[in-house]
């Protein structure tokens, strides 16, 4: 099992930028993909940037360009960098974390709690 603890949401202006941590109880080494997704009132929630334990990275076209994803190994914490904020990427922004134990198995899922954020003038 995978505990995972969110923070840096919050208030900004279109334009601005956040960071978004996401902090893992066991090695994201350890852990096949690691990904931020977001729900939007009303939306389905969605897949905005994904990393694997081999460096390989994903992101929605929406964001292409402006997020960017990354992992501090050591310290078990996976960030997304989220610059050019618009008022369409207002959210609540889920850290994911996908377990797959062997090649036959079903993946497993764990999310965090949800961090806020709100691009607002």
């Known amino acids: 099992q995978v505990q995972l603890v969110e923070s840096g949401g919050g208030l900004v202006q279109p334009g601005g930028s956040l960071r978004l941590s996401c902090a893992a109880s066991?090695?994201?080494?350890?852990?096949?993909?690691m990904g931020w997704y977001r729900q939007a009132p009303g939306k389905q929630r969605e897949l905005v940037a994904s990393?694997?334990?081999?460096?390989?990275?994903n992101y929605v076209d929406s964001t292409k360009g402006r997020f960017t994803i990354s992992r501090d190994n050591t310290k078990n914490t996976v960030y997304l960098q989220m610059n050019s904020l618009e008022p369409a990427d207002t959210a609540v922004y889920y850290c994911?974390?996908?377990?797959?134990?062997?090649?036959?198995?079903?993946?497993?899922?764990?999310w965090g709690q949800g961090t806020q954020v709100t691009v607002s003038s």
């Open positions: 066991k090695s994201i080494l350890s852990i096949n993909t």
């Open positions: 990393i694997t334990s081999t460096g390989r990275r």
């Open positions: 994911n974390a996908r377990e797959v134990l062997w090649s036959w198995s079903t993946p497993r899922d764990y």
